[in-house]
């Protein structure tokens, strides 16, 4: 079968294709005929050896996030079939309850063996059935970006209809949460770098944009949007570069879900977490059970996920590059092989 492995992890130049035996599943096994992955920020720096949260095994496959179908099952699998649609669960271990750091290291797509390849074999438990109405690359967009906003917003957020969402960039997380927050009621503000973006945000019906390369300081902003009260819950996508502006951004009491680091630079002065009252949370993907109710909700939404662009299995590199640009609205899919 055609796989791509990190060979070695440290540029993007490892990223090579090759051909390897079919992997057989063992006891309470799967495999999944992979149909479609996509990329999230972490993929890149996974392979250019900047991710420093968990080990990376030695040459890995690739990509946490995919889709496909369950073509055979080893002894003793009663959670799924052959024939099923599933997507796999970033962190295979965690599958309900709170996150343990045992957990780490059966993360995929680097930690553990990943989904760019024609087949993989995965726990029967590592898996989730995915929404009837979704194709294999919308359903390959689930597992980390989707799953991630649905995580800081409904699990920890509780967010009800009414509030104020703040997110930040168009990339795949944000445009989640953009998705999420307008299914249940609540107003969106989103700040992106590129009026080229702006129309396709509208599109998707958000009406406050804010232009943080435009407007540096683009806090005040979001406090005029919101009469200077600020934003019930704040996605926070740059880390210590932007996390002063979402504190500020925030009402008293707000929630912010420590998520990304696409903007790492300033320091941050924990004072002013105490004078907004503010909850930090640090969210990290989320749990099988999560993931499941997820897919309830977006089923019953009908709801598609945003894909900017597909690239086929062979042209990867390209994928990758793209990617990198960060030219992209929402998800990049690589079909399967
Ligand atoms: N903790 C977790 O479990 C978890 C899970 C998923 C992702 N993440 C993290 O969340 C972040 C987003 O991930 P993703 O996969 O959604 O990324 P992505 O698809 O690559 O999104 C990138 C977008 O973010 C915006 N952006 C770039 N630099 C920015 C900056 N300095 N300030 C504000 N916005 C900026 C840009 O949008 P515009 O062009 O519109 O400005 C860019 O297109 C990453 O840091 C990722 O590592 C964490």
């Known amino acids: 079968m055609k796989v791509y492995r990190l060979d070695p992890v440290g540029t993007l130049d490892g990223l090579k294709l090759g051909e390897e035996a079919e992997p057989r599943p063992g006891s ?45 099952v080893g002894p ?49 438990e590592g898996v989730v059935a995915i929404p009837a109405h979704l194709t294999f690359e919308e359903a390959a967009t689930l597992p980390c970006a989707a799953l991630t906003a649905w995580h800081a917003l409904f699990a920890r957020g509780k967010l009800t209809a009414g509030e104020t969402v703040l997110t930040l960039g168009t990339g795949g997380v944000s445009l989640f949460a953009v998705q999420f927050a307008r299914m249940a009621g609540a107003r969106v503000i989103v700040t992106s770098g590129s009026e080229e973006k702006f129309a396709r945000l509208k599109a998707l019906g958000v009406i406050d944009i804010v ?41 008293m009491g707000g929630s912010v879900y420590m998520i990304g680091n696409l903007a790492e630079s300033a320091q941050v002065n924990p004072q002013r977490i105490l004078a907004k009252r503010a909850n930090v949370h640090g969210i990290q993907v989320g749990s099988r059970e999560m993931f499941e109710a997820m897919n309830r909700a977006i089923a019953q939404a009908r709801l598609r996920p945003v894909i900017d662009r597909q690239f086929e299995f062979g042209q990867a ?9 960060r030219a992209h609205f929402g998800k990049v899919v690589i079909r399967g092989a």
């Open 28 to 72: 309470r096994e799967i495999t999944i005929r992979v149909r479609a992955t996509s990329l999230n920020y972490r993929d890149l720096k996974v392979a250019t050896g900047a991710y420093e949260r968990t080990a990376i095994k030695a040459r890995p496959i690739p990509l946490s996030d995919g889709a496909g179908e369950v073509v055979e």
């Open 76 to 124: 003793g699998v009663t959670r799924v079939k052959v024939g099923d649609r599933v997507a796999p669960i970033f962190t295979q271990r965690w599958l309900a309850g709170r996150s343990d750091p045992a957990y780490a290291s059966s993360a995929l797509g680097g930690p553990s063996d990943g989904m760019l390849a024609e087949r993989v074999v995965l726990s029967e």
């Open 211 to 251: 232009n943080y390369r435009a407007t540096p300081d683009w806090e005040r902003l979001v406090l005029e949007l919101t009469g200077g009260q600020g934003v019930d819950h704040v996605l926070e996508l740059g880390g210590s570069g932007t996390f002063a502006k979402s504190l500020a951004a925030l009402r």
């Open 317 to 325: 590199r390209a994928a990758y590059d793209y990617f990198a640009s």
